[in-house]
């Protein structure tokens, strides 16, 4: 097992404290958003060595999985992601245009999918993934949302999202969860929030979890995550950022259909373990709750290990490494320590 430095990605909304503290670093009033641990161009990690600090895809190869501690003050943009076909065709299509990889406008940085898996580190809270029609047009009988409630009703979920996306700026309604009532406040008038008014609205609590496929609309609204997904930066936003907003392409990637929740539940493995099951091959997750000793043998190519609490021996809070395929090691304390894996 060798010890990963990550490399930590500041964006306006990005938590001041939190990412800074997990590291054991002084805050110095920048956003601290996202630290990554992986192989992706947009932020590889490195590998600490006896001789110095070597690039993780030398010592592991190139990873099909990117895992992140997210620290949001702020909300994230109203958002989807590709599938591969999509991210394929769109890569391409940038590529033949001449916009830069590193160009604000771009799309599609690689071309992959990106599914996503959010496991809560603290209280989390987002919007992920629409509700069904009947309870929409319920919810905007019952609280007064009528130019939303008839657009559903006479046009269906797909033109309802068209219409609040492409026009506006909005009256928003006034009776609205105090959720929304805070997006208002950052995004007066803004169509998206008509569209936040007709999804789920969870708030996870410590080891609950969230598993976004390709076309899952979502927004982060607060807090800090663990997050594994598939190696790619591909975000096709919609609303509530000052980022390329591209609403065709939102429309065009969007997954429209109604879910009954978009919560998971993660499963026990053994004693002290347990699995997020996810419906892609990229990636696999496990939580460790360490008490005393806990023995852990890599069955695949390279696993990264995350502390995300307490104190293991071998990995403490805010200490992350890799595990190459038969390696072992042996954890010693209390902890939760993050197993994910993939495939090459």
């Not at 990605?9 to 002084?26: A, K, R, S």
């Not at 789920?200 to 800090?224: C, D, E, I």
């Amino acid at each position: 097992m060798q010890l990963l430095r990550g490399v930590v990605h500041h964006y306006d909304w990005g938590d001041q404290q939190t990412i800074p503290e997990f590291l054991g670093v002084e805050p110095d009033a920048k956003p601290w958003a996202e630290l990554w641990f992986g192989t992706h161009r947009s932020g590889p990690s490195l590998v600490k060595t006896e001789s110095g600090n070597q690039p993780l895809s030398s010592h592991a190869g190139e990873l099909s999985f990117l895992v992140k501690i997210i620290a949001a003050a702020k909300p994230l943009s109203l958002q989807t992601h590709p599938t591969d076909e999509q991210a394929q065709s769109g890569y391409q299509q940038e590529n033949e245009i001449g916009i830069s990889l590193d160009s604000p406008l771009r799309i599609y940085r690689d071309a992959s999918a990106k599914p996503e898996l959010l496991v809560a580190m603290s209280a989390f809270e987002a919007i992920c993934g629409f509700r069904s029609d009947s309870e929409n047009l319920e919810l905007c009988n019952r609280f007064g949302w009528t130019e939303l409630g008839k657009h559903l009703a006479d046009d269906g979920l797909a033109e309802c999202v068209r219409w609040a996306l492409t026009t506006g700026p909005h009256q928003l309604p006034l009776h609205m969860p105090a959720w929304a009532g805070r997006l208002a406040t950052m995004y007066p008038g803004n169509g998206g929030i008509l569209v936040a008014l007709l999804m789920h609205h969870v708030k996870l609590q410590p080891g609950q979890a969230l598993y976004l496929g390709a076309g899952n609309v979502h927004a982060y609204l607060g807090g800090t995550g663990f997050e594994v997904m598939a190696s790619s930066d591909n975000v096709v936003r919609a609303a509530f950022t000052q980022k390329n907003v591209n609403i065709d392409e939102f429309l065009h990637v969007a997954n429209m259909s109604a879910i009954p929740s978009p919560l998971i539940e993660a499963e026990p493995v053994s004693k002290g373990v347990w699995q997020y099951p996810v419906t892609t091959a990229r990636f696999g997750t496990q939580r460790i709750e360490v008490s005393g000793t806990h023995e852990l043998r890599a069955t695949h190519d390279a696993e990264i290990l995350v502390c995300t609490t307490g104190n293991a021996t071998s990995l403490r809070a805010g200490q992350a490494a890799v595990l190459r395929n038969g390696e072992s090691v042996t954890f010693s304390g209390n902890a939760t320590v993050f197993r994910t894996w993939g495939t090459h």
